[in-house]
């Protein structure tokens, strides 16, 4: 399963979810036609398994058995017929079964049927295969969260449930179908959406996704305010991010205050048009700002400030809207990979006057002590001793940016790690319930001996910080809790893609001691600077040739040094 996951993608994908009845399928279709997209319908695929279980079913009403088993039997494809309506059509064991599946007994078998996780995890690898085909549009409701993470563009829709109560009735009525009362469609329509928020695995959520505030870039961008303090300590540094990330930052020396940049709601272009950017400005111009640093552009954040009236706007010089909104830009190409991304970040002071070496600030994180204790007292719960037995923390998940180590690597390294008698602490992103059903999965009866964090009971960012504070080592991958593990000063075994866009030499541990960090790369000769060519490329997939062995070896290594 966790190579359909590293499967790269072969054009552009864009994510539409929400909950039923809020025009997915009429704007992906639209989408479709004037895009010339592949259209794949995942809720088809659920609706699909629950009609054949449905069909099986022996009178005891267990459908989980069932839809399991033909989940991963059944032979379910996309054809078009633009003869009928809709011309998308869904085959089941080569049968046409689109217009079976749209009745309200199967939307609510659906539901039931998307809950279980050994159906979601066997229908994972299919839509991203699928998905991974061309340009796609995908439809669902955890496709921009569990599917595709990495689409290029994601949608969320929703709709009052009066108004897709209202669309559903109609919809049957134009079928020719008999249709329940609209309040009973209503009834319906609400009791699915409960189930499909509160299910246990990947539930419908918006993905919480924005460019300038992923955890990473945060992190790394501490050293320009230490160095800005450093250089002028009168002056009071605002740090503009997305709520979420707040704690890790707000007990920082350096930070005198954050403004919360809200890309979602009452900052969004999407959302609420140009009331988004005139709120971003009306934010700007209440503080005052004489100068802005922006570390990575976006055409909204430069132009409020521009509108804002910052007399000194410090920005990379890389997008074309930069060149007209930065009046203290430099010219900088880092997707050539010359230097670290903090030493980008650091060189764009040089518009005001400083010259930083590098490694000389390194990123930093703030761990309130009322945190620690919460996940001291976790811990020890956990059934986990402190300065006992040594504690490794293993972070397997990463948003997709980036190729990652395989799942069953990962697994075979926590099992190796338990049968030498290490106290393993395996984590979780709040949106990786499948990743962590698979991981237990592969661990078999040991995975009692392991204690997973993370997944619907994860607490704030910051906890998971307090606990790799805890840690004698953390295994992880190129993701944000690479960087908090970094700024504690965390022993650190990571894994890093040959392309270049991706590799350490920009995306690293950034540290002062470099043998703090053990990196493990493929030896193999890459010629790729963006992307990974798949099953075109002679090493593919590559990322396994970083053997379990391997990877012990330089835990051990690192915990001698330490």
Known sequence: MDENMHIPKQGIVIAIDGPAGT??????RLLTERLGFIHIDTGALYRAIAYLAHGQNDGNNV????????AKTAHLEFKLNPKLVPVNRIFANGSDVTDFIRTPLISMLASQVSSYSQVRAALLGLQRRLGCQGNSILEGRDIGTVIFPDADLKFFLTASSFERARRRFLELKENGGDSPPLSELKKQIQKRDLQDSSRAVA????????????????????????????????????????????PL???LPFVDDVMIFDPNE???????????????????????????????????????????GVKYRVGPLSKPHSFLFFN?????????????????????????GMRIGTRKFIPKVFISDAVKNEAREWLTQKGIKQNSKTLILVHPGMGGSALNWP???????????????????VTFGPQEDLLMARIQDMLGALKDKVVFYGCKDVGPIEKLGALMSFADLVVVPSTGPLHIATALGVPIVTFFSPIRVQSANRWGPYL????????????????QDFKCLGNLCHYYPCMRSLSVNYALEEIHKQLKRK
């Open 23 to 28: 025009g997915k399928s009429s704007v992906t």
């Open 63 to 70: 459908l989980e058995p069932k839809a399991s088993q033909l």
């Open 203 to 246: 539930p419908l959520k918006k993905a919480q996704d924005a460019l300038t505030d992923r955890l990473g870039d945060v992190i790394l961008s501490t050293p320009v305010l230490e160095v800005l303090k450093q250089y002028n300590p009168d002056s009071h540094i605002t740090f503009m991010v997305r709520e979420s990330v707040v």
């Open 249 to 251: 930052l707000k007990g």
């Open 266 to 308: 009452r900052h969004s272009g999407l959302n609420h048009g140009l009331s988004g950017l005139f709120n971003l400005i009306h934010d700007l111009r209440t503080r005052v700002f004489r100068i802005s640093v922006v570390l990575q552009s976006q055409w909204m954040i430069a132009a409020a400030l521009f509108a804002a």
């Open 328 to 352: 203290r830009g430099l010219r900088q190409k880092r997707s050539y990979v010359e230097m670290h991304e903090v030493d980008y970040n650091l060189q764009l002071l040089r518009r005001l």
């Open 407 to 425: 799942e069953s690597h990962y697994a075979e390294l926590i099992l190796r790690l338990v049968k030498e008698n290490f106290q393993v602490l």
């Open 512 to 527: 002062a001691d470099e043998s703090k960090a053990s990196i493990l790369v493929p030896d193999v000769y890459c010629g």
